[in-house]
């Protein structure tokens, strides 16, 4: 079955967009995604394969996320969110525990934005959350990425607390894909709750990095933003 995947996989390439990809997803030399290999497979087209293969063993799954081509990983993993929604309480811990144990393979943005807050988010919902906290305060930025993006799954329950402790776990992080990632669940929370995305800004906005700022606030008034970046709140 891998082999058929990998074959269907390779029919679907487009090499005028897999350049556009390595750019996009910054494989340069020193960048974030440096030697990621892409195909130039579009998301919905990885989607409409990965749902074929539901059937695929974890350890196959894994041989997946150990390749160095991109669209090898993503489909493995949405194969693991599929799998997810359809499992026993049992089987879902199984997966979340092989998700954790695999993070050095999730190893781009859009591999966690796709997955962690369905898998990770989902299965912690009503669980400890410590983990996320061992995740933030990790070296990873992947890790960090999966333990704040993780809560978007928390957020849509209208459960704020665990984003905002983590989000104040990550304000001074040096990375940008860190700042948009806390600055993109901020606004998620203050589009549900505008007073408490408003109260955690108000102790907090002078010291934010510029980008996770203006994430937070994108959904302000114009008025209310240029207060926000010039400090007059």
């Not at 799954?61 to 993503?74: F, G």
């Not at 907090?204 to 114009?222: D, V």
Request: glycine share 4%.
């Amino acid at each position: 079955m891998l082999n058929k995947l990998k074959i269907e996989i390779e029919k679907s390439r487009d090499d005028e967009q897999a350049k556009i990809l390595r750019r996009f997803f910054k494989t340069g030399k020193g960048e974030y995604g440096e030697g990621d290999v892409f195909l130039g497979i579009k998301v919905p087209i990885q989607r409409k394969i990965s749902k074929k293969y539901l059937d695929l063993s974890l350890s196959k799954v894994k041989e997946l996320l150990k390749s160095k081509i991109h669209e090898y990983r993503l489909i493995g993993l949405l194969i693991l969110l599929d799998k997810y929604k359809k499992s026993s309480e049992k089987e879902k811990e199984e997966i979340f525990n092989f998700y954790l144990n695999n993070i050095r393979h999730i190893n781009n943005w859009d591999l966690v934005d796709l997955t962690a807050p369905g898998i990770v988010g989902d299965f912690l919902l009503n669980k400890d959350k410590k983990i996320l906290y061992s995740l933030a305060n990790s070296e990873n930025i992947w890790s960090k990425r999966i333990a704040i993006v993780s809560t978007y799954n928390f957020i849509r329950k209208c459960e704020f607390e665990d984003t905002l402790t983590l989000a104040e776990i990550l304000l001074k992080d040096n990375h940008d894909l860190i700042h948009k990632a806390v600055g993109w669940m901020l606004r998620e929370v203050g589009k549900r709750d505008k007073k408490i995305l408003e109260d955690f800004l108000k102790f907090h906005y002078k010291k934010m990095p510029r980008t996770m700022l203006r994430y937070a606030i994108e959904k302000f008034s114009e008025e209310k933003r240029k207060a926000y970046l010039r400090g007059e709140i």
